[in-house]
């Protein structure tokens, strides 16, 4: 599976040695014990080999469409030295390999960083607001370079124009801090917010990914808030690679349907106040493995959020390695009024088309199962991505279920 490795072929010929990397000046330690070399100042690599010619690939691990970055030969300077200075190194954590003639090779694993380099980042947020809606919003600003950053300032602009500014005195290497803004707005409008991040005494090269936009919305229409619950960690990629929220957020806008669809986080304020309430959120999707070693305080805030009108939604995955806490569904089934004994399975079809046939007579491994035939629940197939189909089938007597 590693992309910087060729087939090697059989072929009669000379044998050369494992070529020897001499340790590089002007590397640096990371967190991970790999070594950091700077894009800034580039690197030179010196390699002893007794083989006529060295071939070098500088490859990124980082999944990238062009894995291979460059490749070439090591100039020759005396006896069995090889040389090379690599000027044209990228953000990533690459490797640089070196081969014989006879395909022996040695590399380096390291990280290419600038000296000095911000990053900032969304996390999950509401971006469609009720009028007189006042909602916290938070980025993540990295430090992604070698070297302390030195003071840089924070700046929110609304439609281009400054709202707020804050400047901070520096960010350790390899830290991050949280910052947060808060959006509100007394009247129907569409506006676009910028958070932009500035060194002010150092040079920074590396600008790609200094900005953020957000296309706020504020409504008068009713809208309906969704939130997928998740644990305290706030799994975000539960909802976007398993669930396409952005595909149906998209689906919904073109189809003119007012429904916003958000990772929510499972937690209380000072207050004790639980998120879902304070984020205003309408309905809830129950989907990730979150309810840990006792679920009762979870099945009372939901039951609270439930007499107060709220709408719980749950979604029983069809793979079990995409929840890491499969016995949840245990813990739940009751909230929707399935006895907890009773055994929830799903089974996948490959085919288009697949027929289930309930028997008639009695098994002595599944005899409750077979007396509850009659009342067993298949849902309809659904088409997803990968072409399968899939099928839910419920062996018990279902009330009040979403």
Same mark, same amino acid.
């Given at each position: 599976?590693?992309?910087?490795?060729?087939?090697?072929?059989?072929?009669?010929?000379?044998?050369?040695?494992?070529?020897?990397?001499?340790?590089?000046?002007?590397?640096?330690?990371?967190?991970?014990?790999?070594?950091?070399?700077?894009?800034?100042?580039?690197?030179?690599?010196?390699?002893?080999?007794?083989?006529?010619?060295?071939?070098?690939?500088?490859?990124?691990?980082?999944?990238?469409?062009?894995?291979?970055?460059?490749?070439?030969?090591?100039?020759?300077?005396?006896?069995?030295?090889?040389?090379?200075?690599?000027?044209?190194?990228?953000?990533?954590?690459?490797?640089?390999?070196?081969?014989?003639?006879?395909?022996?090779?040695?590399?380096?694993?390291?990280?290419?960083?600038?000296?000095?380099?911000?990053?900032?980042?969304?996390?999950?947020?509401?971006?469609?607001?009720?009028?007189?809606?006042?909602?916290?919003?938070?980025?993540?600003?990295?430090? %992604?370079? /070698?070297?302390?950053?030195?003071?840089?300032?924070?700046?929110?602009?609304?439609?281009?124009?400054?709202?707020?500014?804050?400047?901070?005195?520096?960010?350790?290497?390899?830290?991050?801090?949280?910052?947060?803004?808060?959006?509100?707005?007394?009247?129907?409008?569409?506006?676009?917010?910028?958070?932009?991040?500035?060194?002010?005494?150092?040079?920074?090269?590396?600008?790609?990914?200094?900005?953020?936009?957000?296309?706020?919305? /504020?409504?008068?229409?009713?809208?309906?808030?969704?939130?997928?619950?998740?644990?305290?960690?706030?799994?975000?990629?539960?909802?976007?690679?398993?669930?396409?929220?952005?595909?149906?957020?998209?689906?919904?806008?073109?189809?003119?349907?007012?429904?916003?669809?958000?990772?929510?986080?499972?937690?209380?304020?000072?207050?004790?106040?639980?998120?879902?309430?304070?984020?205003?959120?309408?309905?809830?999707?129950?989907?990730?493995?979150?309810?840990?070693?006792?679920?009762?305080?979870?099945?009372?805030?939901?039951?609270?959020?439930?007499?107060?009108?709220?709408?719980?939604?749950?979604?029983?995955?069809?793979?079990?390695?995409?929840?890491?806490?499969?016995?949840?569904?245990?813990? /739940?089934?009751?909230?929707?009024?399935?006895?907890? %004994? /009773?055994?929830?399975?799903?089974?996948?079809?490959?085919?288009?088309?697949?027929?289930?046939?309930?028997?008639?007579?009695?098994?002595?491994?599944?005899?409750?199962?077979?007396?509850?035939?009659?009342?067993?629940?298949?849902?309809?197939?659904?088409?997803?991505?990968?072409?399968?189909?899939?099928?839910?089938?419920?062996?018990?007597?279902?009330?009040?279920?979403?």
């Amino acid at each position: 599976g590693d992309p910087t490795l060729p087939c090697i072929e059989k072929e009669n010929g000379e044998m050369y040695k494992v070529p020897d990397i001499q340790v590089p000046k002007g590397i640096h330690e990371s967190p991970d014990f790999l070594p950091i070399v700077s894009i800034d100042d580039g690197v030179e690599v010196q390699v002893q080999s007794d083989s006529p010619k060295l071939q070098y690939r500088y490859c990124s691990y980082d999944d990238t469409a062009d894995q291979l970055i460059s490749t070439g030969l090591l100039e020759k300077t005396q006896g069995d030295e090889f040389s090379n200075m690599f000027t044209e190194l990228v953000k990533t954590k690459g490797c640089l390999r070196f081969e014989t003639e006879d395909y022996k090779e040695v590399r380096i694993v390291c990280h290419g960083k600038y000296q000095r380099d911000l990053r900032i980042e969304k996390t999950s947020s509401i971006q469609v607001l009720r009028i007189g809606e006042n909602v916290r919003h938070t980025v993540q600003v990295f430090n %992604d370079g /070698v070297f302390e950053t030195g003071s840089f300032k924070i700046r929110v602009l609304k439609n281009g124009e400054e709202i707020k500014e804050k400047i901070f005195r520096s960010l350790p290497f390899d830290c991050f801090l949280s910052y947060d803004f808060f959006i509100e707005s007394n009247q129907v409008e569409d506006f676009q917010i910028e958070i932009a991040i500035q060194l002010l005494t150092k040079e920074e090269k590396n600008l790609a990914d200094n900005q953020l936009l957000y296309d706020f919305s /504020v409504k008068k229409e009713p809208f309906c808030r969704i939130g997928m619950l998740t644990s305290p960690y706030f799994r975000t990629d539960i909802g976007d690679n398993y669930l396409y929220f952005k595909e149906l957020q998209e689906f919904f806008r073109e189809d003119g349907n007012h429904v916003e669809l958000h990772t929510v986080s499972y937690y209380f304020d000072e207050k004790g106040k639980v998120s879902y309430n304070l984020l205003g959120f309408d309905a809830l999707l129950l989907f990730d493995g979150i309810w840990y070693h006792d679920p009762t305080p979870m099945k009372r805030e939901l039951n609270a959020f439930v007499q107060q009108g709220g709408k719980i939604l749950g979604v029983c995955a069809m793979d079990e390695d995409v929840v890491e806490d499969w016995w949840w569904i245990e813990q /739940v089934q009751p909230f929707f009024g399935i006895k907890p %004994d /009773v055994k929830i399975h799903t089974k996948i079809s490959k085919e288009e088309r697949t027929d289930f046939r309930l028997l008639e007579k009695s098994l002595l491994l599944f005899p409750r199962m077979c007396m509850q035939c009659t009342i067993s629940s298949i849902c309809v197939p659904i088409k997803i991505k990968n072409g399968k189909t899939g099928m839910k089938i419920i062996c018990c007597p279902m009330r009040n279920t979403l």
